[in-house]
Nanobody, 123 residues
Framework: QLVLEESGGGLVQIGGSLTLSCSVP???????FGWFRQAPGKEREFVAA????????YYADSVTGRFFISRDTAKSTLELLMVNLRTEDTAVYYC?????????????????WGRGTQVTVSS
């Protein structure tokens, strides 16, 4: 059974930085891995994603220039570096994998999910 496991969440002040990590199974059938987030009372939203083989990456407009996604295929890990954090970045962050080959952005295009890690940005 494939499992994704996030780590690195926590409490940080406005303007601070945090790095999230996701352990990816070494043997999988996913083309893309991404990060999503869900704040209380809101829908789960796309943050960033990366092609596992080619390394092509893309971001939501709200995080472009502040969040940076990367993957290490040798270590089989996915990371999300978040800088200049804002209170509106507070959410549970999820790592996810997709078999879609067409730069997926919607939650229903991803079929493998982690349990999430909480990120709280305080003023």
């Amino acid at each position: 059974q494939l499992v994704l496991e996030e780590s690195g969440g926590g409490l940080v002040q406005i303007g601070g930085s945090l790095t999230l990590s996701c352990s990816v199974p070494r043997y999988h059938n996913k083309w893309f891995f991404g990060w999503f987030r869900q704040a209380p009372g809101k829908e789960r939203e796309f943050v960033a994603a990366i092609s596992w083989v080619g390394g092509g990456l893309y971001y939501a407009d709200s995080v472009t220039g502040r969040f940076f996604i990367s993957r290490d295929t040798a270590k089989s890990t996915l990371e999300l570096l978040m800088v200049n954090l804002r209170t509106e970045d507070t959410a549970v962050y999820y790592c996810a994998g997709s078999t879609s080959g067409n730069y997926p952005r919607l939650p229903n295009e991803y079929d493998l999910w982690g349990r999430g890690t909480q990120v709280t940005v305080s003023s």
